[in-house]
């Protein structure tokens, strides 16, 4: 029988230690940068970075696909199982939604403060002080943490009735990295730019007597990219997706072995087993109570 979970699963394992690849090159790039002769360096930076957006790109594909094909046989581990794939599928919609609802608000917030600075005789501190008090810097320094809270849920509801005690450990301690990534570095960056936001640069820049790779320069500085910032988000993403990894493993070596057994259609026989309905384990066949779930039941449709 084809089970389609642990073929997706397969497929998202792939996807997963592709991300993990496509991290490794990307920060090493940024590693690489040197900041004073950050001007000369586009086109290296840009060569750095080509492999890691291809690598991405191939896993979000694998992503896709593997996430499809899970969706698709959601229903032969039981209804729980089946309820919980649900469940992160809306949360997909949801995060999908916050993310167009931040982006709008981005681009909103961005272009107020961009056409009244360029289209208008405001004074310039006038102008520093509208992008400043705009909602552009807590919105995209803390929209991360929001996208690894929704997302992380995602993974733990599709994941967690199809794990072993360990590897619903391994999914709580997955997202509480996750989560506690995002913060940091969101804070970090949240600080470093609001400090460049008051810098003498900024201002020079916003006053167009700065040079622009000067002020670039100093605004790479300020995010800290080449400091713990950078170190703490490789660390804590990386450790992320290890965690992560494990736990997609889990499940596969669990449906490899027949520890999991999908359920059958009811077109094929089932004369010499059956399965809960519920958590779809292989159970006696005069069984009313499940020895996995306890779930009771007259009848085993």
């Known amino acids: 029988m084809r089970c389609h979970t642990k073929t997706g699963i397969v497929l998202l394992m792939i996807a997963q230690i592709l991300t993990m690849v496509s991290i490794v090159i990307l920060y090493s790039s940024f590693f690489s940068i040197n900041i004073e002769d950050i001007t000369n360096q586009t086109i290296e930076t840009i060569i750095l970075i080509l492999p890691a957006s291809g690598i991405a790109g191939i896993g979000g594909i694998l992503t896709l696909i593997g996430a499809i094909l899970f969706y698709v046989g959601r229903k032969e581990f039981g209804e729980k199982h089946q309820k919980f ?99 940091i570095v969101s804070v970090f960056t949240y600080n470093a730019l609001n400090e460049y936001l008051f810098s003498q640069g900024f201002e020079d820049m916003i006053n167009a007597n700065a040079d622009s790779s000067n002020s670039f320069t100093q605004l790479i500085g300020y995010t800290q990219w080449m400091g713990p910032t ?15 990894l494990f736990a997609l493993y889990i499940p596969y070596k669990r449906i490899n072995s027949g520890e999991l057994v999908p359920i059958q259609p009811d077109n094929q026989s089932t004369t010499t087993n059956r399965h809960c309905p519920n958590c779809g384990q292989a159970i006696p066949f005069d069984a009313n109570i499940c020895p996995y779930c306890s779930k009771r039941f007259d009848d085993y449709l």
């Open 85 to 183: 794939v649900f469940y992160a599928l809306i949360i997909f919609v949801i995060s999908i939604i916050i993310s167009i609802v931040i982006a709008g608000i981005t681009m909103y917030s961005t272009f107020s403060s961009v056409s009244q600075n360029m289209f208008s005789e405001t004074d310039p501190s006038e102008s520093i002080d509208l992008i400043r008090n705009s909602y552009l810097l807590p919105i995209t320094s803390f929209s991360s943490i929001i996208s690894a809270i929704v997302g992380g849920l995602i993974w733990v509801f599709g994941l967690y009735n199809l794990e072993n005690s360990q590897g619903k450990k391994v999914l709580y301690i997955y997202y509480i990295c996750l989560v506690a990534t995002a913060v």
């Open 230 to 244: 950078a170190i703490i988000g490789f660390i804590g993403t990386i450790v992320s997706s290890l965690l992560l």
